[in-house]
Protein backbone atom coordinates (compact mmCIF):
# COMPACT_ATOMS: atom_id res chain seq x y z
CA UNK A 1 0.00 0.00 0.00
CA UNK A 2 1.30 3.50 -1.10
CA UNK A 3 1.57 6.05 1.80
CA UNK A 4 -0.04 9.52 0.79
CA UNK A 5 2.16 12.04 -0.39
CA UNK A 6 1.99 14.20 2.78
CA UNK A 7 3.42 11.13 4.82
CA UNK A 8 6.89 10.63 5.55
CA UNK A 9 8.06 6.90 4.71
CA UNK A 10 10.85 4.91 5.07
CA UNK A 11 12.80 1.96 2.66
CA UNK A 12 14.75 -0.82 3.11
CA UNK A 13 17.99 0.90 4.02
CA UNK A 14 16.71 2.92 6.97
CA UNK A 15 14.04 -0.06 7.61
CA UNK A 16 16.91 -2.32 8.23
CA UNK A 17 19.35 -0.04 9.91
CA UNK A 18 15.99 0.90 12.65
CA UNK A 19 16.35 -3.27 12.85
CA UNK A 20 19.88 -3.45 13.63
CA UNK A 21 19.53 0.31 15.01
CA UNK A 22 17.49 -0.98 17.90
CA UNK A 23 18.96 -4.55 18.58
CA UNK A 24 22.09 -3.14 18.95
CA UNK A 25 21.61 -0.57 22.07
CA UNK A 26 23.62 0.36 24.61
CA UNK A 27 22.24 -3.08 26.36
CA UNK A 28 24.56 -5.32 24.74
CA UNK A 29 27.28 -3.26 26.35
CA UNK A 30 26.23 -3.78 29.73
CA UNK A 31 24.61 -7.74 29.60
CA UNK A 32 28.58 -8.96 30.62
CA UNK A 33 27.86 -8.02 33.67
CA UNK A 34 24.76 -9.66 33.48
CA UNK A 35 25.99 -13.06 31.74
CA UNK A 36 29.73 -13.08 33.10
CA UNK A 37 28.27 -15.63 35.84
CA UNK A 38 27.18 -17.82 33.12
CA UNK A 39 30.43 -18.97 31.70
CA UNK A 40 29.71 -21.37 28.99
CA UNK A 41 26.06 -21.42 29.21
CA UNK A 42 26.04 -18.00 28.13
CA UNK A 43 27.90 -18.82 24.48
CA UNK A 44 25.12 -21.88 24.14
CA UNK A 45 22.69 -18.81 25.05
CA UNK A 46 23.44 -16.89 22.86
CA UNK A 47 23.16 -19.44 19.96
CA UNK A 48 19.97 -20.54 20.98
CA UNK A 49 18.71 -17.30 21.13
CA UNK A 50 19.94 -15.88 17.72
CA UNK A 51 18.08 -19.07 16.38
CA UNK A 52 14.50 -18.23 17.81
CA UNK A 53 14.91 -14.54 16.75
CA UNK A 54 15.79 -15.32 13.82
CA UNK A 55 12.77 -17.89 13.58
CA UNK A 56 10.51 -15.43 15.20
CA UNK A 57 11.40 -12.74 12.68
CA UNK A 58 10.61 -15.09 10.13
CA UNK A 59 6.94 -15.07 11.41
CA UNK A 60 6.54 -11.34 11.70
CA UNK A 61 8.03 -11.25 7.99
CA UNK A 62 5.11 -13.69 6.88
CA UNK A 63 2.46 -11.29 8.73
CA UNK A 64 4.02 -8.12 7.34
CA UNK A 65 2.74 -9.60 3.57
CA UNK A 66 -0.18 -8.09 4.56
CA UNK A 67 0.59 -4.93 4.26
CA UNK A 68 2.35 -1.67 6.03
CA UNK A 69 -0.67 -1.41 9.17
CA UNK A 70 1.42 -2.31 12.06
CA UNK A 71 1.82 -5.70 14.23
CA UNK A 72 -1.70 -4.84 15.88
CA UNK A 73 -3.66 -5.11 12.60
CA UNK A 74 -1.90 -8.64 11.90
CA UNK A 75 -2.67 -9.83 15.29
CA UNK A 76 -6.34 -8.25 15.20
CA UNK A 77 -6.51 -10.47 11.63
CA UNK A 78 -5.68 -13.56 12.96
CA UNK A 79 -7.41 -13.23 16.27
CA UNK A 80 -9.34 -10.36 16.62
CA UNK A 81 -9.28 -6.78 18.63
CA UNK A 82 -8.83 -8.24 21.87
CA UNK A 83 -5.44 -10.35 21.72
CA UNK A 84 -4.12 -7.72 19.21
CA UNK A 85 -4.60 -5.45 21.82
CA UNK A 86 -3.34 -7.19 25.11
CA UNK A 87 -0.15 -8.12 22.51
CA UNK A 88 0.27 -4.51 21.79
CA UNK A 89 -0.27 -3.04 24.99
CA UNK A 90 2.41 -5.51 26.44
CA UNK A 91 4.54 -4.75 23.84
CA UNK A 92 3.97 -0.46 24.13
CA UNK A 93 4.79 -1.05 28.12
CA UNK A 94 7.77 -2.64 27.40
CA UNK A 95 9.52 -0.44 24.91
CA UNK A 96 9.43 2.06 27.71
CA UNK A 97 11.15 -0.32 30.31
CA UNK A 98 13.86 -1.25 27.24
CA UNK A 99 14.10 2.62 26.76
CA UNK A 100 14.43 2.97 30.22
CA UNK A 101 17.41 -0.05 30.76
CA UNK A 102 19.20 0.91 27.60
CA UNK A 103 19.15 4.36 28.67
CA UNK A 104 20.72 3.76 31.92
CA UNK A 105 23.61 2.22 30.14
CA UNK A 106 24.43 4.70 27.75
CA UNK A 107 24.60 7.16 30.60
CA UNK A 108 27.01 4.75 32.60
CA UNK A 109 29.34 4.49 29.56
CA UNK A 110 29.25 8.38 29.61
CA UNK A 111 29.91 8.37 33.48
CA UNK A 112 32.86 5.99 32.51
CA UNK A 113 34.18 9.18 30.09
CA UNK A 114 33.89 11.89 33.37
CA UNK A 115 34.43 10.05 36.67
CA UNK A 116 33.01 12.99 38.19
CA UNK A 117 29.42 11.49 37.30
CA UNK A 118 29.87 8.00 38.35
CA UNK A 119 27.28 8.43 40.92
CA UNK A 120 23.43 6.65 41.00
CA UNK A 121 21.80 9.92 40.62
CA UNK A 122 24.35 11.56 38.37
CA UNK A 123 23.46 8.15 36.16
CA UNK A 124 20.07 8.33 36.21
CA UNK A 125 19.36 11.96 35.76
CA UNK A 126 21.74 11.09 32.38
CA UNK A 127 19.75 8.81 31.19
CA UNK A 128 16.64 10.64 31.51
CA UNK A 129 18.11 14.15 29.68
CA UNK A 130 18.99 11.27 26.87
CA UNK A 131 15.55 10.56 26.78
CA UNK A 132 14.12 14.17 26.59
CA UNK A 133 16.55 14.78 23.73
CA UNK A 134 15.54 11.53 21.71
CA UNK A 135 11.49 12.46 22.06
CA UNK A 136 12.29 15.96 20.25
CA UNK A 137 14.49 14.45 17.82
CA UNK A 138 11.55 11.52 16.63
CA UNK A 139 8.89 14.32 16.70
CA UNK A 140 10.63 15.62 13.98
CA UNK A 141 9.39 13.10 11.76
CA UNK A 142 9.92 9.36 10.70
CA UNK A 143 12.72 10.39 8.27
CA UNK A 144 14.60 12.20 11.17
CA UNK A 145 14.62 8.97 12.91
CA UNK A 146 15.73 7.08 10.22
CA UNK A 147 18.53 8.99 9.37
CA UNK A 148 20.24 8.98 12.90
CA UNK A 149 19.58 5.49 12.83
CA UNK A 150 21.81 4.52 9.66
CA UNK A 151 24.73 6.65 11.52
CA UNK A 152 24.13 4.78 14.67
CA UNK A 153 23.98 1.94 13.67
CA UNK A 154 27.23 2.11 11.64
CA UNK A 155 28.59 3.66 14.31
CA UNK A 156 27.83 0.68 16.83
CA UNK A 157 29.27 -1.96 14.07
CA UNK A 158 32.45 -0.49 14.13
CA UNK A 159 32.56 -0.69 17.51
CA UNK A 160 31.38 -4.22 18.12
CA UNK A 161 33.97 -4.85 15.43
CA UNK A 162 37.09 -3.28 17.62
CA UNK A 163 36.33 -5.89 20.10
CA UNK A 164 37.05 -8.64 17.95
CA UNK A 165 40.09 -6.87 17.17
CA UNK A 166 41.38 -6.40 20.43
CA UNK A 167 40.76 -10.38 21.09
CA UNK A 168 42.94 -11.14 17.52
CA UNK A 169 45.40 -8.72 19.26
CA UNK A 170 45.82 -10.65 22.87
CA UNK A 171 45.86 -13.76 21.23
CA UNK A 172 48.87 -12.92 18.81
CA UNK A 173 50.86 -11.20 21.76
CA UNK A 174 50.67 -14.33 23.94
CA UNK A 175 48.60 -12.68 27.17
CA UNK A 176 46.49 -15.46 28.70
CA UNK A 177 42.81 -15.13 28.14
CA UNK A 178 40.23 -15.18 31.38
CA UNK A 179 38.91 -18.22 32.17
CA UNK A 180 35.08 -18.90 31.78
CA UNK A 181 33.26 -19.31 35.03
CA UNK A 182 32.58 -22.64 36.08
CA UNK A 183 29.36 -23.08 36.48
CA UNK A 184 28.32 -26.49 34.83
CA UNK A 185 26.21 -25.93 31.87
CA UNK A 186 22.46 -27.47 32.37
CA UNK A 187 19.08 -26.59 31.06
CA UNK A 188 18.37 -24.25 33.71
CA UNK A 189 21.95 -22.34 33.50
CA UNK A 190 21.12 -21.98 29.67
CA UNK A 191 17.65 -21.02 29.75
CA UNK A 192 18.56 -18.36 32.63
CA UNK A 193 21.37 -17.45 30.32
CA UNK A 194 19.14 -17.07 26.94
CA UNK A 195 16.72 -15.12 28.99
CA UNK A 196 19.43 -12.65 29.01
CA UNK A 197 20.80 -12.66 25.68
CA UNK A 198 16.89 -12.65 24.47
CA UNK A 199 16.83 -9.25 25.57
CA UNK A 200 20.15 -7.79 23.37
CA UNK A 201 18.05 -9.43 20.41
CA UNK A 202 14.55 -7.65 21.20
CA UNK A 203 14.18 -5.04 18.53
CA UNK A 204 13.66 -6.74 15.44
CA UNK A 205 9.85 -6.01 15.79
CA UNK A 206 10.40 -2.61 15.32
CA UNK A 207 9.90 -2.78 11.37
CA UNK A 208 6.41 -4.07 11.92
CA UNK A 209 5.40 -1.25 14.71
CA UNK A 210 5.04 1.81 11.91
CA UNK A 211 1.99 1.89 10.74
CA UNK A 212 1.39 3.15 7.11
CA UNK A 213 5.39 4.38 6.88
CA UNK A 214 7.33 1.57 5.03
CA UNK A 215 7.55 1.95 1.22
CA UNK A 216 6.62 -1.72 -0.45
CA UNK A 217 6.17 -3.53 3.06
CA UNK A 218 5.29 -6.14 1.43
CA UNK A 219 9.02 -6.87 0.64
CA UNK A 220 11.12 -4.16 2.95
CA UNK A 221 9.60 -5.43 6.05
CA UNK A 222 10.34 -8.78 5.66
CA UNK A 223 13.79 -8.75 4.26
CA UNK A 224 14.89 -5.99 6.70
CA UNK A 225 13.58 -8.21 9.16
CA UNK A 226 15.47 -11.86 8.83
CA UNK A 227 18.61 -10.25 6.90
CA UNK A 228 19.25 -7.51 9.80
CA UNK A 229 17.76 -10.10 13.27
CA UNK A 230 20.58 -12.69 11.54
CA UNK A 231 23.42 -10.39 10.85
CA UNK A 232 23.05 -9.56 14.45
CA UNK A 233 22.60 -12.70 15.89
CA UNK A 234 26.07 -13.71 14.53
CA UNK A 235 27.53 -10.37 15.37
CA UNK A 236 26.39 -10.52 19.24
CA UNK A 237 27.51 -14.05 19.53
CA UNK A 238 31.26 -13.43 18.49
CA UNK A 239 31.45 -9.99 20.32
CA UNK A 240 30.00 -11.10 24.09
CA UNK A 241 32.39 -14.82 23.74
CA UNK A 242 35.12 -11.99 23.28
CA UNK A 243 34.62 -10.21 26.41
CA UNK A 244 33.64 -12.95 28.25
CA UNK A 245 37.71 -14.27 27.17
CA UNK A 246 38.99 -10.71 27.83
CA UNK A 247 37.84 -9.74 31.11
CA UNK A 248 37.49 -11.91 34.22
CA UNK A 249 34.39 -13.06 35.76
CA UNK A 250 35.23 -10.43 38.76
CA UNK A 251 35.76 -7.49 36.93
CA UNK A 252 33.35 -7.75 34.49
CA UNK A 253 30.60 -8.01 37.10
CA UNK A 254 31.29 -4.81 38.61
CA UNK A 255 32.13 -2.73 35.34
CA UNK A 256 29.80 -0.25 34.41
CA UNK A 257 31.24 -0.09 30.66
CA UNK A 258 32.60 -3.94 30.19
CA UNK A 259 33.24 -3.07 26.47
CA UNK A 260 35.04 -0.20 26.96
CA UNK A 261 37.07 -2.01 29.36
CA UNK A 262 37.59 -5.13 27.11
CA UNK A 263 39.12 -2.23 24.32
CA UNK A 264 40.83 -0.60 27.48
CA UNK A 265 43.02 -3.81 27.71
CA UNK A 266 44.02 -3.65 24.14
CA UNK A 267 44.10 -0.07 23.21
CA UNK A 268 44.86 1.34 26.80
CA UNK A 269 42.95 3.91 28.42
CA UNK A 270 42.19 6.46 25.35
CA UNK A 271 40.94 3.42 23.60
CA UNK A 272 38.51 2.81 26.34
CA UNK A 273 37.38 6.24 26.30
CA UNK A 274 36.67 6.59 22.74
CA UNK A 275 34.64 3.01 23.02
CA UNK A 276 32.77 4.44 25.67
CA UNK A 277 31.68 7.62 23.63
CA UNK A 278 30.48 4.64 21.12
CA UNK A 279 28.77 2.83 23.73
CA UNK A 280 26.95 6.22 25.05
CA UNK A 281 26.22 7.27 20.87
CA UNK A 282 24.81 3.42 20.75
CA UNK A 283 22.19 4.14 23.08
CA UNK A 284 21.18 7.02 21.32
CA UNK A 285 20.47 4.82 18.35
CA UNK A 286 18.94 2.67 20.63
CA UNK A 287 16.49 5.31 22.09
CA UNK A 288 15.90 7.05 18.74
CA UNK A 289 14.16 3.96 17.08
CA UNK A 290 12.50 2.82 20.14
CA UNK A 291 11.02 6.30 21.05
CA UNK A 292 9.37 5.45 17.44
CA UNK A 293 8.11 2.60 18.41
CA UNK A 294 6.58 3.64 21.52
CA UNK A 295 4.43 6.01 19.62
CA UNK A 296 3.41 4.17 16.77
CA UNK A 297 2.69 1.37 19.18
CA UNK A 298 0.47 4.26 21.26
CA UNK A 299 -0.98 6.22 18.26
CA UNK A 300 -2.19 2.49 16.77
CA UNK A 301 -4.11 1.89 19.94
CA UNK A 302 -5.78 5.20 19.79
CA UNK A 303 -6.57 4.80 16.46
CA UNK A 304 -8.91 1.87 17.55
CA UNK A 305 -10.21 4.21 21.00
CA UNK A 306 -8.18 1.87 23.20
CA UNK A 307 -6.18 4.45 24.43
CA UNK A 308 -7.45 8.33 24.62
CA UNK A 309 -7.78 9.88 21.09
CA UNK A 310 -5.79 12.22 22.37
CA UNK A 311 -2.81 9.81 21.45
CA UNK A 312 -4.20 9.26 17.88
CA UNK A 313 -3.12 12.91 16.86
CA UNK A 314 -0.26 14.11 14.56
CA UNK A 315 1.65 16.69 13.93
CA UNK A 316 4.48 17.42 11.77
CA UNK A 317 4.38 13.94 8.54
CA UNK A 318 1.93 12.51 10.26
CA UNK A 319 4.19 12.41 13.60
CA UNK A 320 2.17 10.77 16.74
CA UNK A 321 4.20 13.28 19.15
CA UNK A 322 1.24 12.83 21.91
CA UNK A 323 2.22 9.45 21.93
CA UNK A 324 5.49 9.45 22.08
CA UNK A 325 5.65 12.08 24.93
CA UNK A 326 3.26 9.17 26.65
CA UNK A 327 6.10 6.93 25.80
CA UNK A 328 8.98 8.51 27.02
CA UNK A 329 6.86 9.85 30.34
CA UNK A 330 6.73 6.23 31.55
CA UNK A 331 10.24 5.51 30.54
CA UNK A 332 11.65 8.97 32.94
CA UNK A 333 9.25 7.97 35.05
CA UNK A 334 11.17 3.80 35.73
CA UNK A 335 14.56 5.77 36.08
CA UNK A 336 13.14 8.30 38.26
CA UNK A 337 11.49 5.85 40.35
CA UNK A 338 14.43 3.05 40.85
CA UNK A 339 17.47 5.95 41.44
CA UNK A 340 18.01 3.99 44.51
CA UNK A 341 19.29 0.72 42.53
CA UNK A 342 22.56 0.06 41.25
CA UNK A 343 23.07 0.48 37.71
CA UNK A 344 24.11 -3.34 37.20
CA UNK A 345 20.75 -4.82 39.32
CA UNK A 346 18.54 -1.89 37.69
CA UNK A 347 19.54 -3.06 34.52
CA UNK A 348 19.27 -6.57 35.02
CA UNK A 349 15.33 -6.24 36.65
CA UNK A 350 14.44 -4.31 34.03
CA UNK A 351 15.91 -6.31 31.31
CA UNK A 352 14.32 -9.39 32.53
CA UNK A 353 11.01 -7.35 32.96
CA UNK A 354 11.17 -6.51 28.49
CA UNK A 355 11.98 -9.91 27.75
CA UNK A 356 8.92 -10.96 29.69
CA UNK A 357 6.14 -8.86 28.57
CA UNK A 358 7.46 -8.78 24.97
CA UNK A 359 7.39 -12.60 24.53
CA UNK A 360 3.58 -11.92 24.64
CA UNK A 361 3.80 -10.35 21.21
CA UNK A 362 6.17 -13.00 19.69
CA UNK A 363 3.86 -15.66 21.09
CA UNK A 364 0.71 -14.33 19.56
CA UNK A 365 2.84 -13.43 16.13
CA UNK A 366 3.72 -16.79 15.91
CA UNK A 367 0.60 -18.40 16.20
CA UNK A 368 -0.73 -15.86 13.92
CA UNK A 369 2.07 -17.23 11.48
CA UNK A 370 0.81 -20.58 12.47
CA UNK A 371 -3.06 -19.96 11.43
CA UNK A 372 -1.38 -19.25 8.15
CA UNK A 373 -0.91 -22.78 7.22
CA UNK A 374 2.71 -22.78 6.37
CA UNK A 375 4.27 -25.76 4.81
CA UNK A 376 7.55 -27.12 4.53
CA UNK A 377 10.66 -24.89 5.93
CA UNK A 378 8.22 -22.57 6.85
CA UNK A 379 6.38 -24.20 9.04
CA UNK A 380 9.47 -25.68 10.92
CA UNK A 381 10.94 -22.13 11.32
CA UNK A 382 7.64 -20.73 13.08
CA UNK A 383 7.44 -23.78 15.33
CA UNK A 384 11.32 -23.59 16.80
CA UNK A 385 10.20 -19.69 17.33
CA UNK A 386 7.12 -21.05 19.51
CA UNK A 387 9.52 -23.78 21.11
CA UNK A 388 11.95 -21.10 21.74
CA UNK A 389 9.29 -18.20 23.29
CA UNK A 390 7.92 -20.90 25.86
CA UNK A 391 11.96 -21.68 26.41
CA UNK A 392 12.25 -17.82 27.02
CA UNK A 393 9.72 -17.73 29.63
CA UNK A 394 11.31 -20.48 31.73
CA UNK A 395 14.46 -18.53 31.47
CA UNK A 396 13.03 -15.50 32.20
CA UNK A 397 12.25 -16.69 35.50
CA UNK A 398 9.09 -16.37 38.31
CA UNK A 399 9.30 -12.57 39.31
CA UNK A 400 9.17 -11.35 35.96
CA UNK A 401 6.97 -13.44 34.52
CA UNK A 402 4.66 -12.51 37.53
CA UNK A 403 5.05 -8.57 36.07
CA UNK A 404 4.29 -9.63 32.43
CA UNK A 405 1.23 -11.18 34.10
CA UNK A 406 0.00 -8.33 36.13
CA UNK A 407 0.76 -6.29 32.95
CA UNK A 408 -1.48 -8.39 31.36
CA UNK A 409 -4.18 -7.89 33.68
CA UNK A 410 -3.98 -4.41 33.57
CA UNK A 411 -4.33 -4.56 30.06
CA UNK A 412 -7.51 -6.59 30.11
CA UNK A 413 -8.50 -4.15 32.57
CA UNK A 414 -8.25 -1.36 30.26
CA UNK A 415 -9.64 -2.91 27.62
CA UNK A 416 -12.85 -3.67 28.93
CA UNK A 417 -12.63 0.05 30.67
CA UNK A 418 -11.77 1.65 27.12
CA UNK A 419 -14.57 -0.68 25.20
CA UNK A 420 -17.22 0.60 27.13
CA UNK A 421 -16.66 3.77 26.73
CA UNK A 422 -16.90 3.48 22.40
CA UNK A 423 -13.39 2.04 22.07
CA UNK A 424 -12.26 -0.70 19.49
CA UNK A 425 -13.53 0.60 16.58
CA UNK A 426 -11.88 -1.10 13.67
CA UNK A 427 -13.42 1.23 11.83
CA UNK A 428 -11.69 4.20 12.36
CA UNK A 429 -8.79 2.12 11.25
CA UNK A 430 -7.23 1.61 7.55
CA UNK A 431 -7.58 -2.35 7.10
CA UNK A 432 -4.35 -4.10 5.13
CA UNK A 433 -4.81 -6.08 2.11
CA UNK A 434 -4.66 -10.00 2.48
CA UNK A 435 -1.86 -11.50 2.34
CA UNK A 436 0.39 -11.69 -0.84
CA UNK A 437 2.37 -14.76 -2.22
Known sequence: MAAPADKQTIGFW???????????????FMLPVSLAPYGANAIVGWIVSAVGAVSLAYSFGRLARQGGQGIQAYIETAFGPFIAFLAT??????TPTSIA???????????????????????????????????L???????????????????????LAAVIVVLFQVLGSGEPLAPLAALPVTVDNIAAASALTLYALLGF?????????????????????????????????????????????????????PFAD?????????GALVAAL?????????????VLVAGELGYSMALRRELPVLFAKTRHG??????????????????????????????????????????WLYLAAALAALKQRPSGIALVAVLIGLGFVAFAFYGSGAEANLWSLALLGTGAGLYFLMRSRGGSSRAAVPQPAGPRE
Do not use: C, H
Request: aromatic share 8%.
Open 101 to 135: AVAVAAAAATARMAPALDGTTSVALIAIAFVAFLT
Open 278 to 290: AIAISGFGYINGS
Open 205 to 257: ETAVAPVDKVRDPERTIPRALVGGTGFVGILYLVTSTAILLLLTVDVAVISNS
Open 318 to 359: NTPVNAQLLGSAIAIGLIAANMSKGTGDLFTFMALLTTSATL
Open 262 to 270: AIGRGWGEY
Open 14 to 28: MTWSLVVGTMIGAGI
Open 137 to 159: TNALGARSTGRLAVVTTFMKVLL
Open 89 to 94: FLFWVS
